[in-house]
């Protein structure tokens, strides 16, 4: 299907910290801003706000969801601004969606968006299946597939979400662009899906997407670091 050039950044784990987002080069230019989640640490609609604006100083089209970190307030406020994507599928070019999953599964510290893994294997499916009218996807979900790049701890432990990866190993969208675990900022594949995590905002980590008809697949994505 013939989609025009277009260009995506996608940023995350952003804490309340949006000092960097100013300096991502040709984010003004770009057609779009995708949050992944975690905007902030723990806040509330006004700290939520608060990011959000900032994104939309540098870039109005903003396309977000919520992180574990994020309170439900934040999400009800995204809603109501018609810029939510957790749970949600919307068109990113003609016959390309994206498909946003955000929150967290159970992580130690008790955090206030988080849910079991059997609730976010449902609530994958139950997106996914708003996606029919697309021939290819884009998935943005917080939580990274399990045993890959994206998800692994400094001590080499995986903590990533199963149902992520049989997600992404069942149905093969072009690109998964994840987050949540800091330390993992990494690209991998599962299957054909690429899978990047770019780190928190505030370690400089971002990635570009381009949707053009001249590209392989349709959709090419690069990690990139200020």
């Given at each position: 299907?013939?989609?025009?050039?277009?260009r995506f950044f996608a940023v995350g784990d952003i804490h309340g910290d949006v000092a960097n987002l100013a300096?991502?080069?040709?984010?003004?230019?770009?057609?779009?801003?995708?949050?992944?989640?975690?905007?902030?640490?723990?806040?509330?609609?006004?700290?939520?706000?608060?990011?959000?604006?900032?994104?939309?100083?540098?870039?109005?089209?903003?396309?977000?969801?919520?992180?574990?970190?994020?309170?439900?307030?934040?999400?009800?406020?995204?809603?109501?601004?018609?810029?939510?994507?957790?749970?949600?599928?919307?068109?990113?070019?003609?016959?390309?969606?994206?498909?946003?999953?955000?929150?967290?599964?159970?992580?130690?510290?008790?955090?206030?968006?988080?849910?079991?893994?059997?609730?976010?294997?449902?609530?994958?499916?139950?997106?996914?299946?708003?996606?029919?009218?697309?021939?290819?996807?884009?998935?943005?979900?917080?939580?990274?597939?399990?045993?890959?790049?994206?998800?692994?701890?400094?001590?080499?432990?995986?903590?990533?979400?199963?149902?992520?990866?049989?997600?992404?190993?069942?149905?093969?969208?072009?690109?998964?662009?994840?987050?949540?675990?800091?330390?993992?900022?990494?690209?991998?594949?599962?299957?054909?899906?690429?899978?990047?995590?770019?780190?928190?905002?505030?370690?400089?980590?971002?990635?570009?997407?381009?949707?053009?008809?001249?590209?392989?697949?349709?959709?090419?994505?690069?990690?990139?670091?200020?």
């Amino acid at each position: 299907m013939d989609k025009p050039g277009r260009r995506f950044f996608a940023v995350g784990d952003i804490h309340g910290d949006v000092a960097n987002l100013a300096r991502i080069p040709g984010i003004s230019r770009a057609d779009g801003v995708i949050v992944t989640g975690d905007l902030t640490i723990r806040g509330d609609q006004s700290e939520g706000k608060r990011v959000i604006e900032a994104v939309r100083a540098v870039n109005p089209a903003v396309y977000a969801q919520i992180g574990n970190m994020d309170r439900q307030e934040i999400d009800d406020w995204l809603t109501a601004e018609e810029i939510n994507i957790h749970r949600r599928v919307v068109e990113l070019a003609p016959g390309l969606g994206l498909m946003g999953i955000g929150w967290s599964t159970p992580t130690p510290f008790g955090t206030p968006s988080e849910i079991s893994e059997a609730g976010l294997s449902r609530w994958i499916d139950e997106t996914h299946a708003l996606a029919g009218s697309y021939s290819d996807l884009v998935v943005v979900v917080h939580t990274p597939p399990y045993g890959t790049a994206t998800d692994r701890l400094p001590s080499g432990g995986h903590v990533g979400s199963p149902a992520v990866r049989a997600f992404l190993e069942r149905v093969q969208p072009l690109l998964c662009v994840t987050g949540h675990i800091h330390e993992s900022r990494a690209v991998d594949l599962v299957g054909t899906t690429t899978v990047i995590n770019p780190g928190p905002l505030a370690a400089g980590g971002y990635v570009r997407i381009d949707v053009g008809r001249d590209l392989p697949h349709g959709v090419e994505a690069a990690l990139a670091v200020i």
